[in-house]
């Protein structure tokens, strides 16, 4: 089983450095071998070879069974003049391996709810999951362009969708909505936007598949209200891109730290093992200001290798002892400094790694 690495900028080579350490103990405990690469994507890549993607980078990833990215970006490559940038590396990685649904769980730590700014009885007993469309809307849209107007400068995006994205969007979603309490929100301003109307009018057609899930269309305003006003009231929520983006930032905050939060990005094609060849990343950026400080959280990367291990790999064992694992980290009292409040043990980034390792090897299979 291959997998790919791809550090990326900032504390990415930090976290992910962590998770790999994770993933190489996990094939060790439970008996399946795992082959790593490594390749330089987004501003590193931008200094060496002034390509935020290159080619050798991409076909890596396409010969890899899983990618573990870590982050991409900072101020150095944020001049807005500049025609390339280091996200277009992740864009066209979404792109060229075809992951149209990007899935984000949001699932507050019992022992975390005093880390989160909302009261903790608001967040007793969340558990949602965002799916995201990842390759269609705004982001991907075409013109995209600044040009010079009759009142001076101005810049043109275009959001667009047609119903096959749309719908296999939906059907991702509403398949992952059987698996769990069998309830799916939809979000769009088909009020305003015509893109979103048809979204709506598609997502009504898809719902006749799954007459078992109960469904609802919410708009993208109102969500981001009902999400820290009762968000114990949803359960899978599918979202175009743009729209995604934003409420799974904001959806960070019932968890407490973007540090906590994975996600994975997946296709229709499959890996070497018939399983989907996915993308997994946690949903923090680069955070440039902790870099190589040994501050960073790695517990996103951790828990975005147990979501590679259970959707690319098939090792469901594997993934969910790195789950129990991080929870135990947490209940032990273990706090990067994103999440420490007065009397939490704080440590670094290598050391709460490192605890994880230790965790994960208490429970071994054989024990």
Not at 28 to 52: S, W, Y
Not at 161 to 178: G, K, P, S, V
Not at 221 to 250: K, Q, S
């Amino acid at each position: 089983m291959r997998v790919l690495v791809l550090p990326g900028d900032g504390i990415g080579p930090e976290v992910t450095a962590q998770a790999q350490r994770v993933l190489e103990r996990c094939g060790e405990l439970f008996g399946f071998a795992l082959e790593f690469e490594t390749a330089t994507v987004g501003g590193a890549a931008i200094d060496e070879q002034g390509n935020p993607l290159p080619g050798a980078a991409l076909k890596a990833a396409k010969r890899s069974d899983a990618v573990l990215l870590g982050a991409v970006g900072g101020p150095k490559w944020d001049d807005p003049r500049a025609s390339v940038r280091p996200e277009q590396a992740l864009l066209g990685l979404r792109k060229e391996l075809g992951l149209f649904a990007n899935i984000r769980p949001v699932r507050p730590y019992p022992e975390l709810l005093d880390a989160a700014p909302l009261k903790p009885e608001l967040l007793q007993g969340v558990d949602l999951v965002v799916v995201r469309e990842l390759t269609g809307g705004i982001y991907f849209g075409q013109p995209s362009e600044r040009r010079l107007g009759r009142n001076g400068r101005e810049a043109l995006d275009t959001m667009i969708y047609n119903e096959h994205e749309i719908a296999r969007l939906m059907r991702t979603a509403f398949r992952l909505a059987r698996q769990r309490r069998r309830r799916l929100t939809s979000v769009d301003k088909a009020n305003v936007l015509s893109s979103s109307r048809l979204w709506r009018e598609v997502a009504h057609e898809i719902r006749q598949e799954f007459p078992d899930v109960a469904y609802e269309d919410v708009l993208v305003d109102a969500m981001a209200m009902h999400l820290l006003r009762r968000p114990r009231d949803f359960d899978v929520i599918a979202t175009e891109n743009l729209f995604g983006d934003i409420l799974t930032d904001e959806a960070s905050v019932l968890a407490g730290s973007m540090g906590l939060l994975p996600s994975a990005s997946l296709g229709e094609e499959k890996n070497r093992m018939g399983l989907p060849r996915g993308l997994y990343e946690p949903i923090h950026g680069s955070a440039p200001d902790i870099a190589g400080q040994d501050k960073a959280n790695p517990l996103a990367a951790i828990l975005s290798a147990a979501m590679l291990l259970r959707h690319s790999l098939g090792q469901e064992n594997a993934a969910h002892a790195i789950e129990s694992a991080v929870a135990g980290v947490l209940a032990q009292g273990l706090r990067t400094s994103d999440i420490a409040r007065p009397g939490c043990a704080v440590v670094g980034c290598e050391a709460m790694g490192s605890a994880v390792v230790r965790a994960l090897e208490a429970m071994r299979p054989e024990a």
